[in-house]
């Protein structure tokens, strides 16, 4: 089943002071997200992210397109019932403790008064702000007022959680502990939706992911299948070779780096990989490993980016 | 639907009361209704029409600077804090977000209105040291200053959702102005040989509010009471008029997008 779909989704947002220019924000993204799955909205910064996240939460209006959130219309308010959001940088009320901020939040799902005070406490331990329940949160640090918002984004319970950016501000500590979330979500069922630039979360995190690029996607698909797809090169790591041996192994080799007594041969034709290997076990060498080099997520993205074209920028006749 | 209204209000309220410029108003205004008293002391004979007159008006300006000064800020301080965001993802429907701002903010005025008009039965009783039937004269003028800032309310709320506080301020407040003299504008248009000029002022007299009739202080203080037809045609009015505000502040905000 499907939990997100984007069809031909399209924003253009009117520039300028006569605001009669167009830049096009979000081009005809279409989008399919399993429920269940973590999927990851990569892309670098202005790329569409955030767009895409607040068209769906109707923020914004769509020039074009339309899209559909647990099978219905994303018009249709009711289904954010059953869906959270922790927007970006996320400013909350000032003057309200967590607890007062949580029950607010519950109310505006029609959540009863035994189930708010059951959910919010249990959120605020989740989050890790027991000791700063009854703090105004006007006094919190940016990774607590973050930590505030995922707990909000979660009050309902949703079957479907919009995050964006939600590693933005937050320690090694903290940011561990929001993946630990994000992968206990994953484990009871939920669909989580993210944007990120950081490669590292989307890789540890996602199921799959759509690369952006100035507003149009560039890549989609099974993360490990992105990964797994192509191996670029082979790498030998030899101990303490001998320079005739090196020379030897030098015609083979796209690049050799010596770190301390190993060498590291990177070997770009696989069928180049057995000769190499040959010479080696002809001098005796210790061969300390053997293995493919996988694309990156980093490589992957970098590619697509590196492939996208410049952003669209038309105006109105 | 009425649960997320009522939570909307109830929040507005408390933030609201939190706000510092409420209670600076409020400390004026009630010193102003205590100041009145010192006035009567030296207005021999007419001690009780100029405390009353300076009470009432002092509930009625205060009110309208608490409407404009809390008023503007109240949906434009969501933009602009962001916090829209997290209030619109929920399953709140824009108009019940913008319904219950205004009925918070009223809810507000209503608790101030209530506090200055204490405070001016107060300062009443210490006058007269008694007081009597009549004296319920002045809750008829309360009643109808209270209509005026459901009105005031409605305005602010409405510029909140197009334009900065700075200009919301200032057109709300320039509204307010215009409203107290709209019966001498129109005056002015009718005794013009201008058609041209006739009709623009008709326009002016039916479109912007028009807070001439409500403004009863001065007919209270001399002990008169308020016809029976003005308590229907000001209630009726200031309905109609709140209604057509909060809808259009509903569609301008219907329409808007938060980046």
Redesign the interface.
């Known amino acids: 089943m499907l939990a997100i779909e984007t069809i031909d989704l399209t924003k253009d947002y009117r520039t300028g002071f006569w605001r009669k220019r167009y830049k096009r924000a979000l081009d005809s993204l279409n989008l399919q997200v399993e429920a269940g799955q973590v999927f990851g909205l990569l892309g670098p910064n202005g790329a569409g992210k955030t767009t895409t996240l607040t068209l769906l939460l109707r923020l914004v209006f769509p020039t074009r397109g339309t899209a559909r959130i647990l099978g219905k219309s994303f018009d249709d308010i009711s289904v954010h019932a059953r869906v959270g959001y922790l927007p970006e940088n996320p400013y909350l009320y000032d003057h309200l403790t967590p607890e007062e901020f949580l029950n607010y939040m519950g109310e505006l799902f029609g959540l009863s008064a035994a189930e708010r005070r059951r959910r919010v406490g249990e959120l605020i331990e989740r989050v890790g702000l027991a000791e700063s329940r009854h703090v105004p949160l006007g006094k919190f640090s940016k990774g607590m007022v973050q930590r505030a918002g995922l707990a909000q984004a979660l009050i309902n319970d949703p079957e479907v959680v919009f995050l964006d950016e939600p590693m933005s501000g937050l320690d090694p500590l903290g940011r561990r502990e929001v993946r630990d979330l994000i992968l206990a979500l994953k484990a009871q069922g939920k669909t989580v939706f993210f944007s990120t630039h950081i490669l590292s979360d989307a890789e540890a995190l996602c199921d799959q992911v759509a690369i952006l690029c100035y507003g149009r996607l560039q890549g989609c698909g099974d993360l490990h299948k992105i990964l797994g797809l192509s191996v670029s090169s082979t790498e030998l790591v030899l101990e303490d070779p001998a320079p005739a041996a090196l020379a030897e192994l030098a015609s083979h080799a796209a690049s050799i780096v010596r770190t301390g007594a190993r060498v590291r041969l990177e070997i770009a034709q696989e069928c180049e990989v057995p000769k190499a290997l040959q010479i080696a076990l002809q001098h005796g060498i210790r061969v300390v490993s053997l293995s493919p080099v996988k694309m990156s997520l980093e490589d992957y993205f970098l590619a697509k980016v590196a492939a996208s074209p410049g952003s669209t920028t038309r105006s109105e006749s | 639907m009425m649960?997320?209204v009522t939570?909307?209000a109830v929040?507005t309220f408390k933030?609201s009361v939190?706000e510092r410029v409420l209670y600076n108003l409020l400390v004026f205004a009630l010193l102003m209704i205590g100041a009145a008293i010192l006035f009567g002391t030296i207005s021999v004979g007419i001690e009780q029409i100029i405390l009353v007159n300076l009470g009432l008006s002092s509930i009625s300006v205060f009110g309208m600077l608490m409407a404009i000064f809390i008023g503007i800020g109240l949906v434009s301080k969501e933009i602009e804090?962001?916090?829209?965001?997290?209030?619109?993802?929920?399953?709140?429907?824009r108009a019940e977000f913008i319904v219950g701002k205004y009925l918070g903010l009223l809810l507000t005025l209503l608790v101030n209105t209530a506090i200055m008009t204490a405070g001016f039965y107060g300062a009443l009783l210490y006058q007269k040291r008694g007081l009597g039937l009549n004296d319920l004269l002045p809750l008829g003028a309360i009643y109808f200053i209270l209509l005026q800032l459901a009105i005031v309310v409605g305005l602010a709320v409405l510029f909140s959702c197009i334009s900065t506080p700075l200009l919301s301020a200032v057109y709300t407040f320039c509204l307010f102005v215009i409203g107290n003299f709209l019966s001498d504008v129109r005056w002015f248009g009718q005794e013009s040989a201008s058609p041209l000029l006739r009709g623009l002022t008709d326009l002016v007299y039916y479109l912007l509010p028009n807070f001439s009739d409500f403004n009863v202080i001065a007919q209270i203080s001399h002990g008169q009471s308020i016809p029976g037809y003005l308590w229907v045609s000001n209630s009726c009015y200031a309905l109609l008029y709140v209604t057509v505000l909060v809808s259009a502040a509903i569609l301008v905000f219907e329409g808007r997008?938060?980046?």
Do not use: G, Q
């Open positions: 649960t997320r939570s909307i929040h933030e939190r804090r962001r916090t829209i965001y997290v209030i619109l993802s929920k399953p709140v429907a997008e938060f980046r």
